[in-house]
DNA sequence: TGACATCGCAACCCCATGGTTGCACATGGC
DNA sequence: GCCATGTGCAACCATGGGGTTGCGATGTCA
């Protein structure tokens, strides 16, 4: 069913600059920890279990307990909830946006 | 060219709920003016402002001035950057996204 | 011209949230 | 068993932003 689900967690979650960095390190480098992934950025270590927690809460990322670590993994899935969301509110002005919906439609994705 | 450019500015304005609610209600009723969407909404003519501000600034909305009322419409091209950032990110772990992704590349949208 | 409507600006309040620091707890290696 | 490392929790601070109210300016119309 493409009538968008709740789409406000997602679009919430990605609002942030830190937190697309986050998600893009993650699909760049692979799971990873939250120490790990501080030393990439400049603020804390809590500051990006922050927003690990945040991206969690949104569905767009799952933390696997491995022994005393916790390494997390991409999961952008709900991200397509938000795409739906756009097109169609889109679709009726832009062309691109509604060769999308109809895409989208069309493959029932 | 696909790569991403900047999506702060569209997620940050689509991560707020009233927002989101003023963009479906120009979609569906076409231009109105910020007294007019107050009317549809529990929060003041000034709240639907600032609103249609952010929007603006995202470059979601534009306002044309029609005497002395300012009526605002939307442009809703700026979501497909967004769009672009997403399915990139996604690309490598869903299938729906991939898809997506593909599809942006070979339309060259 | 006068009355009414609409807009735009500014001040203000309050809460959500990004960020920090500090510390307690668990786990793994020696 | 002990220590190092990493996690998780809590308190705290500061800023931003959504919301309101008030008011002056600007148009519109009778």
């Not at 169609?88 to 062309?95: H, Q």
């Amino acid at each position: 069913m493409s009538p968008a689900d709740d789409p406000d967690a997602v679009f919430s979650a990605l609002a942030d600059a830190t937190r697309r960095q986050v998600v893009q390190a993650l699909a760049r480098s692979g799971p990873a920890t939250a120490t790990e992934l501080a030393g990439d950025f400049t603020v804390s270590r809590q500051a990006v279990v922050k927003h690990l927690q945040a991206l969690s809460q949104a569905g767009l990322v799952v933390g696997d307990r491995e022994g005393r670590e916790m390494r997390y993994r991409l999961t952008p899935a709900p991200m397509a909830g938000a795409m739906d969301w756009m097109a169609e509110v889109g679709a009726g002005w832009d062309d691109r946006l509604a060769a999308l919906s109809q895409f989208l439609s069309d493959r029932d994705l």
